[in-house]
Nanobody, 126 residues
Framework: QVQLVESGGGLVEPGGSLRLSCAASGSIVKINNMGWYRQAAGKERELVASITGGGSTVYVDSVKGRFIISRDNAKNAVFLQMDSLKSEDTAVYFC????????????????????WGRGTQVTVSS
């Protein structure tokens, strides 16, 4: 069973910083794209940033220059450094990953699909 667990959310004042972490665990063969999404109250979930296995990154325009996504392939982890936070960054942040994993009684079969973490709340307020 594969799991993604986020950490690092919290309450921060405008202009402050937070660093989110997400660790994948389980019978993982390979992790392809990883990303961070967010969902504010009453809004749809949106992609914040993504990173390929090779390190190529994509950001939503609203966070460019303020957020940095990175990953540690050895630890099956992805991070989101968030600086110059604004009130409009307030949301639940979710980690997502495209994972090739083993399954079956002897873990001799493989499959691939996307996994989600449960989310971590980020609140930017004075």
């Amino acid at each position: 069973q594969v799991q993604l667990v986020e950490s690092g959310g919290g309450l921060v004042e405008p202009g402050g910083s937070l660093r989110l972490s997400c660790a994948a665990s389980g019978s993982i063969v390979k992790i392809n794209n990883m990303g961070w999404y967010r969902q504010a109250a009453g809004k749809e979930r949106e992609l914040v940033a993504s990173i390929t296995g090779g390190g190529s990154t994509v950001y939503v325009d609203s966070v460019k220059g303020r957020f940095i996504i990175s990953r540690d392939n050895a630890k099956n982890a992805v991070f989101l450094q968030m600086d110059s936070l604004k009130s409009e960054d307030t949301a639940v942040y979710f980690c997502s990953a495209d994972i090739l994993f083993r399954f079956g009684l002897y873990l001799d079969r493989q499959d691939r699909h996307g996994f989600w973490g449960r989310g971590t709340q980020v609140t930017v307020s004075s």
